[in-house]
């Protein structure tokens, strides 16, 4: 393994940092309150081909992989952690299409969402299953050559922007394997945007309630077969929690960064309060947990990029980076005090947006379910 970037790496990474330096960070901390997207951000992103990095050429992406891929979301969620997950979530999308799609859905489908002309998401949460995703209640009932959807999903990001959105609703009978996943469009008759969440934090990113009401959706947009559904939504999970982990770095490293700077410039008792070993050996700690957790994010990555089974170390490295992502912003927000706790520096809205990230993707304790089921399972 080794620990220095490719040329090719480096490259993605500097772009990505570039634009979020350039195009993201001067509007973010307005934007944050007034809970603004823009999209047209995302189509600039698809302009520089970091929309689609591990998506397959023919398929209009860079072709690349998620070690490139986690260094463009490690950049964007420096700067603002919407615009990191919004790219995820789109790669949610794209991954269930990919993995599991027919190649006519991967051809009609996959490149505008590469292109970043499209944006996607992911819709499996309900009111009533959220961690416990197999027992989602949706229906989808085939009727000719149309399935009609019936039931309110919840949590759905950027399901108002989004073009194509993965759905999961029930085909059979009770548990997982009675799910099944489908291709929505946007504009689908019977479906609908309900109520938008307002959240702690995370607030360029919206979140919104979808809801079907006898939605009909053509039965050439079942991805697989019926009842492949939890499958395509948890391998395409799998998949995604490398990139809440690479989310958490750059969150983590920008919390770091202030932590750091104010620590060298903040003078108490007439020195820099970088001096008192109280506040280094802090920082001391947060430097290592970030390194840490962007070995094993890294790691998950490799693994994937060398197809090997990478789903255990996955968990491990996104319940390892978001925890290390809540304690270092928790941290940050210390050292500045009273500072911290304004809104006058960022590092308050790391907190917010760490906290997210324990729980998006699969809360830290399903993770840790995960985990221990790897270790004591044949
Ligand atoms: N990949 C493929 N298949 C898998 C799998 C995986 N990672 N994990 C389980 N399966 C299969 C199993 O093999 C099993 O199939 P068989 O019966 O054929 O063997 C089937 O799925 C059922 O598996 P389990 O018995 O393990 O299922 P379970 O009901 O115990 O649930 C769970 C497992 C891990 C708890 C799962 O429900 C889970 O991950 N829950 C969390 C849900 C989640 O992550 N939600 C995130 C919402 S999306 C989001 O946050 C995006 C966003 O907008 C930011």
Not at 124 to 131: H, P, Q
Not at 300 to 318: C, G, H, I, V
Request: hydrophobic share 40%; charged share 25%.
């Amino acid at each position: 393994m080794s620990f220095q970037n490719t040329p090719m790496q480096q490259e993605v990474r500097e772009l990505a940092r570039r634009f979020a330096q350039k195009e993201l960070l001067p509007f973010v901390e307005q934007d944050e309150r007034d809970e603004r997207f823009r999209p047209e951000l995302i189509g600039r992103l698809g302009e520089l081909g970091l929309t689609g990095v591990p998506v397959p050429e023919e398929y209009g992406g860079a072709g690349m992989g998620y070690q490139e891929y986690i260094a463009v979301i490690e950049e964007l969620a420096a700067v603002n952690t919407g615009y990191a997950i919004s790219v995820a979530v789109t790669g949610l999308a794209q991954m269930c299409l990919t993995l599991f799609g027919s190649e006519e859905q991967k051809r009609k489908y996959i490149p505008r969402l590469a292109s970043g002309q499209g944006i996607g998401a992911f819709a499996l949460s309900e009111a009533s299953s959220g961690s416990d995703a197999g027992s989602l209640r949706t229906t989808a009932r085939l009727d000719g050559d149309h399935y009609v959807v019936n039931g309110t999903k919840l949590w759905i990001t950027q399901g108002d922007l989004a073009e194509t959105i993965i759905l999961m609703a029930r085909t059979g009978g009770p548990g997982p394997k009675g799910v099944s996943a489908f291709i929505l469009e946007k504009g689908t008759p019977g479906f609908r945007t309900g109520k938008r969440e307002k959240k702690m934090g995370w607030n360029t990113s919206h979140t919104y309630e979808l809801v079907f009401e006898n939605a009909r959706i053509p039965a050439a947009n079942l991805i697989g077969k019926e009842g492949d559904g939890f499958k395509v939504a948890l391998r395409a999970l799998d998949n995604g929690r490398i990139t809440i982990g690479a989310a958490a770095l750059g969150i983590s490293r920008a919390a770091l960064e202030v932590a750091v700077n104010h620590a060298k410039e903040r003078e108490q008792f007439g020195k820099p309060i970088s001096e008192f070993q109280g506040v280094s050996f802090m920082l001391a700690d947060m430097a290592t947990q970030l390194d840490a957790a962007r070995l094993m994010v890294q790691r998950a990555a490799a693994l994937k990029d060398e197809k090997l089974p990478f789903s255990t170390e996955a968990a491990m490295a996104k319940v390892f980076a978001t925890d290390s992502a809540m304690k270092i912003t928790t941290d940050a927000v210390q050292i500045l005090g009273g500072s911290g706790y304004t809104q006058d520096f960022p590092v308050e809205r790391y907190m917010r947006e760490a906290k997210v990230m324990q729980i998006v993707e699969g809360t830290n304790q399903i993770q840790r379910l995960v985990i221990g089921r790897a270790l004591t399972q044949k």
